[in-house]
T-cell receptor, first 113, second 111 residues
Framework: DAGVIQSPRHEVTEMGQEVTLRCKPI?????LFWYRQTMMRGLELLIY????????DSGMPEDRFSAKMPNASFSTLKIQPSEPRDSAVYFC???????????FGPGTRLLVL | QKEVEQDPGPLSVPEGAIVSLNCTYS??????FMWYRQYSRKGPELLMY????GNKEDGRFTAQVDKSSKYISLFIRDSQPSDSATYLC???????????FGSGTKLNVKP
């Protein structure tokens, strides 16, 4: 299996621009998670989906952030408009209902200038 | 106060040393305790997880949980340069969805 796939791996954009991050979970996994990692705040859960339905989005920092999962093999995290404080590494992870292990993707490094 | 506290290090040790990594937490509802390893520019990968208090051993790695003190540890025996990475503790209340991560301890094992 190819593992969790994320694109792009790196993104540099200017403040105010829209940013879209993409994730393909491992086939057969019915949970998908979006995390953000910064030096200051560590690894934080933003939102997670079960069977393509958002279950908990309490970690989404602001209305500028939105996430969708139109089907079992694709999810997006969108930031509009982006701000410099959104600069971070964004991880996508997935898991099956059983067992408990979450598998992380390689991350997208976002820099907002 | 953060729910999970972890010393960021960095921690530098010679090859073959015993390494002790620790986290403290404040929420007594946490039941599952995990350790993740994250190599530079990679995603975290699960090393070990334990349920409730006690020890769990897997090769050179031992995870220890003390719920009465709200303290967890990861011990690495005979450390190797390939163990050089950031180690993140994580914990959750039982549904394996909402994990609370420590900030990570960066470990460097010198040959």
């Amino acid at each position: 299996d190819a593992g969790v796939i994320q694109s792009p791996r790196h993104e540099v954009t200017e403040m105010g621009q829209e940013v879209t991050l993409r994730c393909k979970p491992i086939s057969g996994h019915d949970y998908l998670f979006w995390y953000r990692q910064t030096m200051m705040r560590g690894l934080e859960l933003l939102i997670y989906f079960n069977n393509n339905v958002p279950i908990d989005d309490s970690g989404m920092p602001e209305d500028r952030f939105s996430a969708k999962m139109p089907n079992a093999s694709f999810s997006t995290l969108k930031i509009q408009p982006s701000e410099p404080r959104d600069s971070a590494v964004y991880f996508c992870a997935s898991r099956r209902s059983d067992p408990e292990t979450q598998y992380f993707g390689p991350g997208t490094r976002l820099l907002v200038l | 106060q953060k729910e999970v506290e972890q010393d960021p290090g960095p921690l530098s040790v010679p090859e073959g040393a015993i390494v002790s990594l620790n986290c403290t937490y404040s929420n007594s509802a946490f039941q599952y305790f995990m350790w993740y390893r994250q190599y530079s520019r990679k995603g975290p990968e699960l090393l070990m997880y334990t349920y409730s208090s006690g020890n769990k051993e897997d090769g050179r790695f031992t995870a220890q949980v003390d719920k009465s003190s709200k303290y967890i540890s990861l011990f690495i025996r005979d450390s190797q340069p390939s163990d050089s990475a950031t180690y993140l503790c994580a914990m959750e209340r039982g549904n394996f969805n909402k994990f609370y991560f420590g900030s990570g301890t960066k470990l460097n094992v010198k040959p």
